[in-house]
């Protein structure tokens, strides 16, 4: 038996020993770092539209959509530098304006799913009206759908073009739909303004899309915080408040635009998809009567009861 001195600092140089083996054996617990999810940047296509006088379109429609431009390469039609060159067929057809610098090129190549409009960093390359078809069938053109590339206005632009321009708007049968291209940085610029106004006065069914959004949302290589993207889509809806108001300025009268605004991009991507391209398709889609028509709900026809059946619970009011 140890003596009772012995025996404590026995018992301490034990302890500290096993202190010391349990700390080089057991790793420290230090709180796992925080993952940050990226959940906010998984935004709907929704949040990149405006839609007042129309009804937003579904995911199915927006499936169908891309399935429409893909199912098939785009293939080209023609180019006229002068509207009575244009060839005439029955298929109809929507177009695509906007100023010289807005990129209209390189987001028709991203609707139709391929590189076939010319593009470059010079403004004004387009310099006639370039004609693609998309779907349908060849012989007969049934739903079948052309896409005009339009020459740029403003910058780069020539008044002949614009002369050649006026024309197709103001006489073609075929066309069901102009779509005008605004830039979502610099907003509407005086040009356009003017062809808006002509629009308005011709009564040619019109709608704008905002084009580089990405520039807007994303201006930088570096992804956003949350609080720094909720602030750009505010401040992207008080521009679309804007074009709206400028597009629309009397409620009471639409003369020939389309109640809804769509915001895209030719390069930047989110959930797989390449910014409001699908929604841009649906509404090309849906100006010729192609989009995908959503099923009706069946309603019962109610049982219809002649007057002189019906059985009151108390004495009908006379």
């Given at each position: 038996?140890?003596?009772?001195?012995?025996?404590?600092?026995?018992?301490?140089?034990?302890?500290?020993?096993?202190?010391?083996?349990?700390?080089?054996?057991?790793?420290?617990?230090?709180?796992?770092?925080?993952q940050?999810?990226?959940?906010?940047?998984?935004?709907?296509?929704?949040?990149?539209?405006?839609?007042?006088?129309?009804?937003?379109?579904t995911?199915?429609?927006?499936?169908?959509?891309?399935?429409?431009?893909?199912?098939?390469?785009?293939?080209?039609?023609?180019?006229?530098?002068?509207?009575?060159?244009?060839?005439?067929?029955?298929?109809?057809?929507?177009?695509?304006?906007?100023?010289?610098?807005?990129?209209?090129?390189?987001?028709?190549?991203?609707?139709?799913?391929?590189?076939?409009?010319?593009?470059?960093?010079?403004?004004?390359?387009?310099?006639?009206?370039?004609?693609?078809?998309?779907?349908?069938?060849?012989?007969?053109?049934?739903?079948?759908?052309?896409?005009?590339?339009?020459?740029?206005?403003?910058?780069?632009?020539r008044?002949?073009?614009?002369?050649?321009?006026?024309?197709?708007?103001?006489?073609?049968?075929?066309?069901?739909?102009?779509?005008?291209?605004?830039d979502?940085?610099?907003?509407?610029?005086?040009?356009?303004?003017?062809?808006?106004?002509?629009?308005?006065?011709?009564?040619?069914?019109?709608?704008?899309?905002?084009?580089?959004?990405?520039?807007?949302l994303?201006?930088?290589?570096?992804?956003?915080?949350?609080?720094?993207?909720?602030?750009?889509?505010?401040?992207?809806?008080?521009?679309?408040?804007?074009?709206?108001?400028?597009?629309?300025?009397?409620?009471e009268?639409?003369?020939?635009?389309?109640?809804?605004?769509?915001?895209?991009?030719?390069?930047?991507?989110?959930n797989?998809m390449?910014?409001?391209?699908?929604?841009?398709?649906?509404?090309?889609?849906?100006?010729?009567?192609?989009?995908?028509?959503?099923?009706?709900?069946?309603?019962?026809?109610?049982?219809?009861?002649?007057?002189?059946?019906?059985?009151?619970?108390?004495?009908?009011?006379?």
């Open positions: 038996m140890l003596a009772p001195a012995r025996s404590r600092i026995w018992l301490a140089r034990t302890n500290r020993a096993q202190r010391v083996s349990t700390n080089a054996t057991t790793p420290s617990k230090t709180p796992a770092p925080v940050k999810t990226r959940d906010y940047l998984n935004f709907p296509p929704s949040a990149l539209s405006y839609h007042w006088d129309t009804v937003p379109p995911n199915e429609q927006l499936r169908y959509a891309e399935k429409f431009f893909s199912k098939q390469p785009p293939t080209f039609l023609w180019s006229a530098p002068k509207f009575q060159l244009m060839s005439f067929g029955d298929s109809p057809e929507v177009c695509f304006l906007g100023r010289s610098n807005v990129g209209k090129s390189s987001l028709l190549n991203a609707l139709l799913g391929e590189k076939i409009a010319h593009t470059s960093s010079k403004p004004g390359r387009t310099r006639s009206m370039n004609a693609f078809a998309v779907g349908g069938d060849e012989d007969n053109g049934k739903n079948r759908l052309v896409v005009l590339d339009m020459p740029g206005y403003g910058k780069g632009g008044a002949e073009w614009g002369n050649e321009i006026m024309k197709y708007l103001e006489k073609r049968s075929q066309l069901k739909r102009a779509f005008l291209l605004v979502a940085v610099h907003g509407v610029k005086t040009s356009d303004e003017q062809l808006l106004a002509l629009f308005r006065e011709q009564n040619i069914p019109h709608q704008i899309v905002l084009a580089k959004v990405d520039r807007l994303f201006p930088t290589a570096r992804l956003p915080s949350e609080g720094a993207l909720e602030a750009r889509f505010a401040e992207l809806r008080r521009t679309m408040e804007a074009v709206k108001g400028l597009i629309q300025p009397d409620v009268d639409i003369s020939g635009v389309l109640g809804e605004l769509i915001a895209c991009s030719s390069e930047k991507r989110a797989g390449k910014l409001g391209i699908n929604s841009v398709r649906h509404a090309m889609l849906q100006a010729v009567g192609l989009e995908y028509q959503l099923p009706k709900k069946r309603v019962t026809n109610p049982e219809i009861i002649p007057f002189d059946q019906i059985s009151w619970t108390s004495s009908p009011v006379g």
